[in-house]
């Protein structure tokens, strides 16, 4: 009896570890925060694989963030450029479902009668702010947010030393006084305490905001939504153009012997790590680290704007295209969620999911009812660390380089499982939906995740199921936010898998390291065993147990034995 009082108390203590995060999910509603980064390649985080002849841009504390958390190998943005991928993100609905529901991709002001993620939050009993970038929304105050200071005007957001942002329900008039005199890339980093940097100002006021709100009574959202990577300009928007990646200090890359706007562009990745490290020490200073939902992501994959070259460090870690592209280096983001206690810690994912998966997402969570029909589901069982379906499709749309002309019809993208199917151009010209004269081209990512190998005329069949899925669902393949590239820029396509190989030598090893499906930090060997003793021990008790007690105790042991079993499978 002492035995099995002993293994007993044993089994209720896993059962107890492996029902902990549920309980959370269910009983409390915890702080969620999003941070979202703006033009991040996937290659540009720490954790994800890729190299360069110049190294790494270091990300220590995105880099911890991560470990504390789960990766998602596997993580989508909405679309490959800001607006429309930030609207998936705010409506849970895909660009191929945009028109149907009268999203433009551009903005969603108060009266368009489109339930944004913010509003569901604050209906939901939350405080609600925003900080940096509202774009799609363009009065955060009237669409769901208490706080608001930040840019709703994007051609603004592309200059991080302007006379003015915006705050509350105003334009223009939160003035940066610092910045009303000269200004270029010397007078700036050379007396960075007198000018006024934007991203500064965003995080400033949203560690004020948290100081004030984590001690309240209701929980709290906070969208963190920096402007950078993004290429922007040291002068006045929207005048001067983009013209590098302003920063107020090159830190460790000032003495590197690269381009000028390749050492801004790693000082700022890593400007901005401190600051997420800055977000992370103020939450375990206010004691509500552990009950606090953190996400980050970025809206597109890796600039190659503002002069800055998207290859210099290996920005998409190796895939194929960049910011504008169908291709995954346009559309892959590094994403991590982090909950301790309730997120897997130290663990990758290969779970499909994309932006329009947040809202029903976070409506689970909270408990809202997401609007009908969405595009998107809910991961929160990926995020427990349970298994769950993949989902049926991701789809975005984007003009090719393959006849694409303004007022033509652009193409889309779209994978199923290991599937990727790429349409630079709809055939139909009039109603811009896909059809089954589409010209698709193919890639197996389980097998060519660098997009190398067109493999469409060796698998007909999949093909003719792509575009079978695609056609049911009504969609569109009108783009958003739209750039046609001229056949000068056609020749430089970064889509072109010649010069990927070119480039990118390294790649055979990086497939090994993006398909391995390892954890990032694999249970210890001592853990590992424990569990599997404490199985062995429940099933040769249970089976003891059945030829001493009634049939109904005998049973209660064998389902003991099958929780433990779930628990260390989980």
């Given amino acids: 009896m002492s035995v099995m009082i002993v293994v007993t108390y044993g089994a209720a203590l896993l059962v107890s570890c492996a029902a902990s995060a549920e309980l959370r999910a269910e009983d409390a509603k915890p702080n969620i925060i999003w941070i979202m980064a703006d033009d991040l390649g996937w290659g540009e985080v720490g954790l994800f694989p890729s190299t360069s002849q110049y190294g790494r841009i270091a990300t220590p504390h995105l880099d911890k963030f991560g470990q504390e958390g789960t990766l998602f190998w596997n993580a989508y943005a909405g679309y490959s450029v800001c607006a429309p991928s930030r609207t998936t993100f705010f409506t849970g609905r895909h660009s191929g479902s945009f028109v149907k529901h009268g999203l433009n991709g551009a903005e969603i002001k108060p009266g368009d009668n489109v339930l944004n993620?913010?509003?569901?939050?604050?209906?939901a009993g939350y405080t609600t702010g925003l900080f940096g970038?509202?774009?799609p929304l363009t009065a955060p105050l009237q669409q769901g947010f208490d706080a608001f200071v930040g840019q709703v005007d994007q051609a603004y957001c592309h200059n991080m030393y302007p006379i003015a942002i915006d705050t509350g329900d105003g334009e223009l008039n939160f003035p940066l006084t610092g910045n009303t005199g000269p200004k270029n890339r010397n007078l700036c980093m050379a007396r960075p305490d007198v000018y006024n940097y934007t991203v500064d100002v965003f995080h400033k006021s949203a560690m004020q905001w948290i100081q004030q709100v984590a001690q309240g009574s209701k929980p709290f959202f906070l969208?963190?939504?920096y402007t950078?990577?993004?290429?922007?300009?040291?002068?006045?928007?929207?005048?001067?153009?983009?013209?590098?990646?302003?920063?107020?200090?090159?830190?460790?890359?000032?003495?590197?012997?690269?381009?000028?706007?390749?050492?801004?562009?790693a000082a700022v990745i890593t400007y901005m790590d401190s600051l997420i490290g800055d977000l992370m020490k103020k939450l375990k200073e206010l004691g509500v680290d552990d009950n606090t939902l953190v996400f980050f992501a970025s809206d597109n994959g890796a600039s190659h704007e503002g002069h800055q070259n998207a290859y210099f460090f290996n920005s998409t870690g190796g895939l194929r295209g960049y910011k504008r592209s169908l291709f995954e280096g346009g559309v892959r983001s590094p994403s991590m969620v982090r909950w301790p206690g309730v997120v897997p810690a130290n663990k990758s994912s290969d779970h499909l999911?994309?932006?329009?998966?947040?809202l029903p997402t976070l409506a689970e969570l909270v408990g809202s009812t997401a609007p009908e029909g969405l595009d998107g589901t809910s991961i929160m069982p990926t995020l427990l660390g349970r298994t769950q379906d993949p989902p049926e499709y991701l789809y975005w749309t984007w003009p090719g380089c393959q006849g694409g002309r303004p007022g033509s019809a652009s193409g889309f993208?779209?994978?199923?499982?290991?599937?990727?199917?790429?349409?630079?151009q709809c055939h139909d010209q009039q109603s811009l939906k896909p059809t089954p004269d589409d010209v698709m081209q193919l890639y197996n990512l389980?097998?060519?995740?660098?997009?190398?190998?067109?493999?469409?005329?060796?698998?007909?069949?999949?093909?003719?199921?792509?575009?079978e899925v695609v056609i049911s669902k009504s969609l569109t393949c009108q783009c958003f936010q739209c750039k046609w590239l001229t056949p000068t820029e056609c020749e430089r396509y970064p889509g072109k898998p010649s010069q990927a190989k070119l480039i990118f030598p390294e790649q055979a090893a990086l497939r090994s390291v993006r398909t391995s499906g390892a954890s990032l930090m694999p249970m210890p060997a001592l853990a590992a065993a424990t569990c599997a003793l404490m199985i062995v021990l429940?099933?040769?008790?249970?089976?003891?147990?059945?030829?001493?007690q009634q049939k109904s105790a005998s049973a209660d042991s064998a389902d003991m034995s099958s929780v433990l079993s779930e628990s260390c499978s989980e």
Avoid: C
């Fill in 446 to 467: 389980d097998e060519d995740p660098f997009e190398t190998t067109d493999v469409a005329h060796q698998h007909l069949h999949v093909v003719k199921r792509l575009k």
């Fill in 353 to 358: 999911w994309a932006f329009w998966d947040v």
């Fill in 413 to 424: 993208g779209v994978r199923i499982g290991s599937w990727k199917g790429v349409v630079p």
């Fill in 223 to 225: 969208y963190l939504a």
């Fill in 133 to 135: 970038k509202s774009a």
């Fill in 538 to 548: 429940a099933t040769v008790v249970a089976a003891v147990w059945q030829h001493k």
């Fill in 117 to 123: 993620l913010g509003q569901m939050l604050h209906d």
């Fill in 228 to 265: 950078v990577p993004h290429a922007g300009g040291w002068e006045d928007a929207p005048s001067t153009k983009e013209q590098g990646n302003p920063v107020p200090t090159d830190l460790q890359y000032a003495d590197k012997d690269w381009p000028e706007v390749e050492k801004d562009h």
